[in-house]
């Protein structure tokens, strides 16, 4: 089977929107492919090791691919894109001098091609990330997060991903109840429960990413303390999944709200939407974690927050990249 391969050649600060993009478009996967120089600032406070860089991308700099079924029109797909990565800028986001190309490809090439360069990681203290195809042995006090992400975000290598991990281990003290929104590959609902949570319920609104978290839950084991839902927050803010805002075909969610913990590493636009329902969602006392945040929204989330009544208990960086950790008063 032949694929149509559009490549967007953008800035990494517009991945996550570019990429939402093509899912949107119906693209049957996405891949990204970020600078590998050596000339931008590595964390070696675990001991990871980089070898030479794997390609010839400028730093700050990314290559996006998105895939269609072969019978789509290439033309009608790129005048659908073009104003939706020109529209970033209005938000902040510069796409830079960003290109765009397609051809025709087989399956076979992009299907698992990108897989020979994810490799076990090691992301925090504690949590290390290990591709199911990947041989690995674990040291005494490792966790493993067993994954295979499909065609959904999350691999642990993107700065937001191993930020919120890193600040999910620093939070998590063992016993919580927790919301994840925007699960993705379910990497961030299967790290709190490999680090002491007791049940998570992962939400998201893309199927695609519903079946890959599902998947993942199940190759760790964890299908008794997390369930996959296809729905955002407001859909559950009553303690039970509301479907299509029906009242008798919801059911009771496995987490009992209000929660202890809330985890959110999605864009900082998508945040700014939903502040006052996490606040809703969460115990006096409890801790919502909103990462996938760059540089320049830190203002606009920062505030955003504190208007929904949260208080601000710290903030990590990781690049030009945020995490918040907000509390709901006692």
Not at 287 to 296: D, E, L, P, R, V
Request: hydrophobic share 40%; aromatic share 6%.
């Amino acid at each position: 089977m032949k694929w149509h391969e559009i490549t967007i050649s953008t800035t990494e600060q517009a991945i996550e929107m570019i990429s939402n993009f093509l899912h949107e478009m119906d693209a049957g996967g996405v891949s990204i492919e970020e600078s590998g120089t050596l000339n931008k600032q590595r964390d070696t406070s675990l001991g990871q090791w980089y070898d030479t860089p794997l390609n010839d991308i400028p730093e700050g700099q990314a290559v996006i691919k998105g895939y269609f079924v072969e019978g789509i029109d290439g033309d009608e797909l790129e005048k659908t894109l073009k104003p939706r990565i020109e529209q970033l800028r209005e938000f902040g986001i510069d796409p830079g001098a960003y290109e765009i190309s397609s051809k025709l490809v087989d399956e076979e090439d992009w299907a698992n091609a990108w897989k020979q360069y994810f490799k076990p990681i090691r992301v925090s203290d504690t949590l290390t990330i290990k591709p199911t195809w990947e041989p690995y042995e674990a040291g005494p006090d490792e966790r493993i997060i067993e994954l295979d992400p499909g065609m959904a975000f999350g691999t642990g290598t993107h700065p937001t991903t191993s930020l919120c991990l890193k600040t999910l281990e620093s939070v998590i003290q063992g016993g919580e109840e927790v919301i994840d929104v925007g699960t993705g590959s379910g990497i961030l609902a299967i790290g709190a429960i490999k680090l002491g949570a007791k049940r998570v319920l992962a939400l998201d609104l893309d199927p695609v990413a519903v079946a890959s978290a599902a998947e993942n839950v199940q190759l760790n084991g964890l299908s008794d303390t997390i369930e996959v839902i296809e729905s955002d927050l407001m859909g559950v803010l009553g303690g039970k999944v509301v479907f299509e805002a029906n009242e008798s075909e919801a059911r009771q969610t496995s987490v009992s709200l209000p929660v202890d913990l809330i985890v959110a590493n999605i864009l900082a636009d998508i945040i700014l939407l939903f502040t006052d329902d996490v606040y809703a969602a969460l115990k006096p006392g409890g801790t919502y974690i909103a990462s996938g945040i760059y540089k320049n929204k830190e203002t606009d989330v920062e505030e955003g927050l504190i208007r929904s009544g949260f208080e601000i208990e710290h903030k990590h960086r990781d690049e030009d990249w945020i995490a918040f950790v907000v509390r709901k008063p006692r």
